[in-house]
């Protein structure tokens, strides 16, 4: 009995807790803006119940836009900067054809074509390209961006750097010319965009970096391009000329040759370098080559001490400023004379200016460095010690 009274006592007080809490709100104090008074008279403060975040209604002040990742156009930053660059310099670069050789009489031999590119470098109608796309060619042919074809002049070639100029006689208003930028301010790592006509494409545009800088470029066994340009972006046959481009769409290299054993792209590319071109075109536009001083020697032999003078020009300027070459001697065996050439008495190059010029390509940049008229100092080996010679260069 005891037991059913307390359960009963039990139902009764949760009847009751329940009907408090349901209580209707209007009889609770008020929520905002007023102040509500409890049994004893005592004034409530309002109480201000936030509304969670997720239901929250968003205000324009509240509300962000999604990052634009496109242009008006759809291109992301990257494929902007690349249109732009080809939008900028597509009408500049010319498609370069030339034909070697000619028909030979009965048996009728075709003539070797071949193609490369080239790009516009002012409004008189000057193309640039590499020499070795036009050397020994009998017929140039120009192609603009119109389509259009004009038959090309030489105007003048240098094989040393491998840079040319060619003409056309062509309206101003195809004639765009390229933007020239300072090469030496160039980074590794810098993206660059090279225009071409590989395989025949004309006006095919590849991407890349600059792998490296101031690379060495062999032309000859005793020549060789300084500053040198290392890209990865693709070179094939056909970009030989090209412009080598920097993200402003400006010139910064001429694309010249590619790393490869099957003569196609290998991800090593070179570029003569913008500077080394500006130097080299008012020369050749005005002489129709790059005019170098003279120092008189013509034949040197490498050792590993230094350059054996081998032949100088009798009345050249290192002759003429008292540097020895090799001696003619007189033997007799018998009844016989003949003469021997002595190397023993020739003097050792071993420097220029104080700079040491070991190799033949080292000493030519160091002479080619100055100018006609200029005095330099060729520090050589005499005798077995050290002498210096003053040289005035030549012509």
């Keep these: 009995m005891k037991q059913i009274a307390i359960c009963f006592f039990s139902a009764a007080a949760g009847m009751v807790f329940g009907s408090w809490l349901l209580t209707p709100t209007s009889s609770l104090p008020a929520a905002s803006g007023q102040q509500a008074a409890d049994d004893t008279g005592l004034q409530i403060p309002p109480v201000n119940i936030p509304t969670p975040a997720c239901n929250r209604p968003q205000s324009p002040a509240y509300q962000t836009a999604e990052p634009r ?19 900028s310099n597509n009408r500049s670069v010319a498609n370069i054809a030339t034909r070697i050789g000619g028909e030979r009489f009965l048996f009728r031999e075709n003539p070797t074509e071949d193609a490369g590119s080239g790009f516009v470098i002012d409004k008189a109608g000057h193309i ?8 020994g060619a009998q017929r140039i042919l120009v192609t603009l961006f119109d389509g259009e074809t004009y038959e090309a002049e030489t105007v003048g070639g240098d094989a040393v750097n491998d840079i040319a100029v060619i003409r056309v006689d062509a309206p101003a208003e195809l004639l765009v ?6 090469s030496s301010v160039l980074k590794v790592g810098m993206k660059v965009f090279a225009i071409g006509n590989p395989f025949g494409l004309e006006r095919t545009m590849t991407t890349g970096i600059i792998s490296s800088l101031n690379r060495t470029l062999p032309v000859t066994r005793a020549r060789s391009i300084k500053s040198v340009i290392q890209i990865d972006a693709a070179i094939n046959p056909g970009n030989s000329g090209g412009p080598l ?10 694309n010249t040759a590619i790393a490869s054993r099957t003569g196609q792209n290998s991800g090593i590319g070179f570029a003569i370098p913008s500077n080394l071109i500006s130097r080299v075109i008012p020369e050749l536009i005005e002489h129709g080559r790059v005019i170098r ?3 008189g020697i013509s034949q040197v032999l490498k050792t590993e001490a230094g350059l054996r003078i081998l032949r100088m020009d009798p009345d050249g300027p290192a002759a003429r400023a008292g540097l020895k070459g090799p001696q003619l001697r007189r033997r007799k065996s018998g009844f016989v004379v003949f003469e021997v050439e002595d190397r023993s008495v020739a003097d050792l190059i071993v420097g220029v200016n104080g700079k040491k010029t070991l190799k033949v390509d080292e000493f030519l940049s160091e002479v080619e460095s100055h100018h ?7 520090n050589v080996i005499r005798d077995g010690k050290p002498f210096s010679v003053k040289v005035t260069l030549g012509r």
């Design 69 to 87: 990742a496109y242009d008006a156009d759809g291109l992301t930053p990257d494929e902007a900067a690349a249109a732009f660059v080809y939008e």
């Design 128 to 135: 640039l390209t590499n020499f070795h796309v036009v050397e």
């Design 177 to 182: 010319p390229v933007t020239i930028a300072d």
């Design 245 to 254: 481009l920097d993200a402003h769409g400006r010139l910064i290299g001429m």
């Design 293 to 295: 001083p003279d120092i």
């Design 372 to 378: 006609p008229g200029d005095t330099i100092t060729v």
